[in-house]
C-alpha cells in the first residue's frame, strides 16, 4: 500500500484491519503513525484514550490478540499500535505464524498498526500483505 491510499483511508474513514509502517525513516514513520492514529480515533488524541493500546518491544502474542478482541467503548474503532515487536524478522517465526492466523479473525472494530524498523520479506505475516 501507497502513501496515497493510506491516505486516502484516512480521509475516507474506511480503515482497513492491520497496516504495516516499516523502514528506518524515523520521521515518516511518526507522521503516518500520527495520522493513522488521529483518523482511527477521531482526533482526540492517544495519551488518555480508552480505545487505544500500545505494544513497544517484543511482547507475547496473546497479549496483542486480548487488546485486539477488546470491543471500543462508546467509538467505532479501537487501535492497537504495535512499535518494533520483532514480528515481522525471522527470529520470531512462531509467534509471527501464530499472528498470521489470527489476522483473519481480527473483529471489524479493531485497527492493528505495526510499526517496525526492519521487516523480512520472505516471512508469512509480510506476505499476507498487510
Known sequence: ??????????????????????????????????????????GIGTDANLNFKLFDGKVPVADIIAAAETMPFFSDHRLVLLKDTGLFEAGRKDDSEEMAKYIADIPDSTVLVFVEKCVDNRGRLFKLGI
Not at 501507497?2 to 491516505?7: D, F, I, P, Q, S
Not at 474506511?14 to 504495516?20: G, I, Q, S, T
Not at 523502514?23 to 500520527?34: D, I
Open 1 to 42: 500500500m501507497g502513501t496515497k491510499e493510506l491516505n486516502q483511508n484516512i480521509k475516507s474513514g474506511d480503515f482497513k484491519r492491520v497496516y504495516l509502517l516499516y523502514g528506518v525513516e524515523g520521521f515518516l514513520l511518526g507522521h503516518w503513525q500520527k495520522r493513522l492514529a488521529d483518523g482511527v480515533l477521531g
